[in-house]
């Protein structure tokens, strides 16, 4: 399958006093749920009150099938699960799947590295009202459960955290039963760059989650409102999840 990369969505930067800011969801989506997208809405309320960042687009980032995780529908599908989901409900977030084509397991660090690519380099930035171009901010839009992991001993490269919160940042978006705090007080690395990491507190808990969604799917129960129609559409038609 043939890749380019989609920008169409990307947003010309209203106010030059600010920087353009782009947010990064790596992960399964298998399915996509609305919690994945009340994330973004979530991060760009918080970053807004910021008033340092304008927030110029959004992209999801499915893994690739060679992510070996239990309920890992083929990528093809999660693709078009997540791009039917922001078409349907959003204007300003978009799908890459330059990672799910990659016949590997991707690091986040380099999918990071993708983006910068694609964005700051061919691209040459952000464009501006007068049309000159400024360098976006790459930021990794995270659940607190993937940076809990961080304390994981094995489960992350040490120079590829330092790299990610350094050169990166991180915006996590608290989910239940996890103390985001209490992680960035744990690992070194997550204290040692705390200012390049945000804290999103949830001030409606919701506690969707793709592994709940799969197991009603598998009993036979209903997943309405849980995500976006379109989605239970095709995972109908497809008759994903039934084992």
């Known amino acids: ?86 078409d349907s409900t959003s204007d300003w977030l978009m799908v890459d799947n330059w990672e799910s084509l990659q016949p590997g397991y991707q690091r986040t660090l380099v ?39 961080f304390n994981i001993p094995g489960v992350w490269s040490v120079k590829d955290l330092d790299r990610i919160l350094s050169d990166y940042g991180a915006i996590v978006v608290e989910r239940t039963g996890v103390d985001v705090y209490a992680t960035l007080l744990r690992n070194d690395y997550l204290y040692l760059h705390r200012k390049n990491v945000t804290v999103v507190k949830q001030l409606i808990h919701n506690d969707i989650s793709s592994t709940k969604i799969r197991l009603f799917i598998k009993r036979g129960m209903s997943i309405k409102y849980l995500l976006p129609n379109l989605v239970i559409d095709y995972i109908a038609e497809h008759n994903l999840y039934k084992e």
Do not use: W
């Not at 996509?32 to 009150?49: K, P, V």
């Not at 964005?119 to 940076?147: F, H, P, Q, S």
């Open 111 to 149: 999918v990071l590295d993708h983006f910068n690519e694609e964005i700051n380099i061919n691209l040459g930035g952000i464009e501006t009202l007068n049309g000159d171009r400024v360098k976006a901010k790459i930021i990794l839009l995270a659940g607190g459960d993937l940076i809990e992991s």
């Open 1 to 86: 399958m043939s890749y380019s990369f989609y920008n169409s969505r990307l947003t010309k930067l209203q106010d030059s006093s600010k920087i353009p800011l782009i947010l990064i969801a790596c992960g399964s989506f298998s399915p996509i749920t609305y919690l994945h997208l009340r994330m973004f809405e979530m991060a760009r309320d918080q970053l807004n009150e910021q008033g340092k960042y304008e927030i110029v687009g959004g992209y999801f980032s499915p893994v690739s099938d060679q992510y070996t995780k239990e309920g890992l529908a083929p990528s093809e599908h999660r693709v078009k699960m997540c791009k039917l989901a922001v």
